[in-house]
């Protein structure tokens, strides 16, 4: 019983002291990282005694040279590198960087095959006594680069017009022995000097627009989710032969916005033994450059006949609306509006007073008519022609005297809008006059049949 006591009072005194023991750690291997991109290995040292700031040597046991030492970078000692590691060391692709005094990362910036084998994390004692574990080691596997990714058609750079439909298709693929997953990103840079908030507050020229992740779930850009969430922004994959997957990203209407230089990203990742994601390569590739052009550039509204027309009460009053510069290539919903302001009071005179609508035309050919409902019965707006709409009043009456404008709004690139979608832009022709008199009173110019007014118009 008495041997019992004493040995557990020993066992319980060490684990005691070693609560304090050194303990340096790596992550669990193996590791598989693809040749010509960088290697990170953290290594992180705890429970030691000394200054908060400790010294790291990375040791490499190269399986090309039967597990030979080799010093590979040291916090401490300019000369710790073996000889195929001091041009490396001296030109910065290989270093340690440091994330706090305990915690460092060794960094390979380009892997080489003989970069194969079994890295050691050693740290040089500070503690009084020593205990504990002073070095840990992980087997880091390089593998080949076999990512792949190309594109079918570039952007020429010649301007598009606002609300076009544009289409980018990237191919990808992967040929590894290993469980990897790939990862394609659609993104555009800024042509121009202004710079993007991302969520993080950090500023860049660069915007992800939408990805096929590790897990191949579709995740837009923080900058695009309404319009992925709108139908606006799709990606789609789809598969090919040897291998390689078809991704198409396709968008709706093009806006202002759109102008810029377009990229397709492909990336690999592993999972690691820790359970972690990691990306071991990464290629990106410039498709072209979009221009959109603007639809306020070439939009124009054009109401007849112009200025000033006097008509008899009872002729009827034909009033045109013509949309030019509108791109032919491009469909877009229009919502056509009549507007009048002004009427003739009890002493003839022309008043001002709050624009009201007369009629409209929505996208999709429904007219209806403001809060004259009569009017209805007594009118008509009809679509003549491609971007030609008339208002007809059948009988013109005194109140039907004011001031007429057609109001046009586009719908760039959406021919049957929603409800809730946004209007791209929306134009106003100038005013004609109206005025409408009784029989015998003054006018410069008067015309008392349909067929005089046909003519006018």
Same mark, same amino acid.
């Given at each position: 019983m008495a041997s019992m006591k004493t040995a557990l009072f020993v066992f319980l005194h060490w684990v005691l002291q070693c609560a304090v023991c050194r303990d340096v750690s790596v992550p669990p291997g193996t590791l598989y990282r693809v040749a010509g991109f960088p290697l990170s290995l953290p290594c992180a040292v705890s429970g030691f005694e000394g200054p908060r700031t400790q010294d790291f040597e990375w040791l490499l046991y190269r399986d090309d040279a039967g597990g030979k030492q080799m010093g590979v970078v040291s916090t401490r000692d300019k000369g710790f590198p073996y000889a195929p590691f001091q041009p490396r060391v001296k030109n910065g692709e290989v270093r340690v960087e440091r994330?706090?005094?305990?915690?460092?990362?060794?960094?390979? !910036?380009?892997?080489?095959?003989?970069?194969?084998?079994?890295?050691?994390?050693? =740290?040089?004692? =500070?503690?009084?006594?020593?205990?504990?574990?002073?070095?840990?080691?992980?087997?880091?596997?390089?593998?080949?680069?076999?990512? !792949?990714?190309?594109?079918?058609? &570039?952007?020429?750079?010649q301007p598009v017009p606002e609300g076009a439909e544009l289409t980018l298709i990237c191919s990808g693929g992967i040929q590894s022995e290993q469980l990897t997953q790939l990862s394609i990103t659609f993104g555009k840079r800024n042509n121009g000097e202004g710079l993007w908030a991302d969520g993080g507050g950090e500023v860049s020229?660069?915007?992800?627009?939408? &990805?096929?992740?590790?897990?191949?779930?579709?995740?837009?850009?923080?900058?695009?989710?309404?319009?992925?969430?709108?139908?606006?922004?799709?990606?789609?994959?789809?598969?090919?032969?040897?291998?390689?997957?078809?991704?198409?990203?396709?968008?709706?209407?093009? !806006?202002?916005?759109?102008?810029? &230089?377009?990229?397709?990203?492909?990336? !690999?990742?592993?999972?690691?033994?820790?359970?972690?994601?990691?990306?071991?390569?990464?290629?990106?590739?410039?498709?072209?450059?979009l221009t959109v052009q603007q639809l306020a550039e070439s939009l124009s509204i054009s109401s007849s006949p112009r200025g000033e027309v006097t008509l008899q009460v009872g002729a009827p009053l034909i009033l045109t609306c013509e949309v030019l510069g509108l791109p032919a290539e491009v469909n877009s919903g229009l919502l056509v509006q009549w507007m009048k302001r002004g009427s003739v009071s009890s002493d003839g005179a022309m008043s001002g007073g709050v624009e009201v609508e007369v009629a409209r035309m929505s996208p999709d050919g429904v007219v209806s008519w403001g809060d004259d409902l009569s009017r209805a019965s007594g009118g008509s707006m009809e679509k003549v022609a491609g971007g030609r709409y008339t208002l007809k009043l059948f009988s013109g009456q005194p109140l039907d005297s004011g001031v007429y404008r057609c109001v046009v709004s586009v719908y760039a690139g959406r021919a049957n809008p929603d409800p809730s979608t946004p209007v791209t832009l929306t134009q106003r022709s100038e005013g004609v006059t109206v005025n409408l008199k009784s029989k015998g009173e003054s006018a410069a110019c008067i015309f008392s049949d349909t067929r005089a007014s046909s003519e006018h118009f």
């Open positions: 994330d706090s005094g305990d915690k460092v990362r060794l960094v390979i !910036q380009r892997l080489r095959a003989e970069d194969q084998g079994k890295y050691e994390c050693y =740290t040089p004692s =500070t503690d009084i006594a020593y205990q504990g574990n002073y070095s840990a080691s992980v087997p880091v596997k390089v593998i080949p680069d076999t990512l !792949q990714v190309s594109y079918t058609r &570039s952007l020429t750079g020229n660069i915007r992800e627009i939408i &990805s096929i992740d590790k897990l191949l779930g579709v995740v837009p850009g923080r900058m695009y989710k309404k319009r992925y969430d709108d139908g606006e922004i799709t990606l789609e994959k789809r598969n090919k032969e040897g291998g390689l997957g078809e991704y198409v990203m396709k968008m709706r209407a093009v !806006q202002p916005d759109d102008t810029g &230089s377009y990229f397709c990203e492909s990336m !690999q990742w592993i999972r690691d033994p820790d359970r972690s994601w990691q990306k071991i390569a990464q290629r990106r590739l410039d498709i072209g450059n």
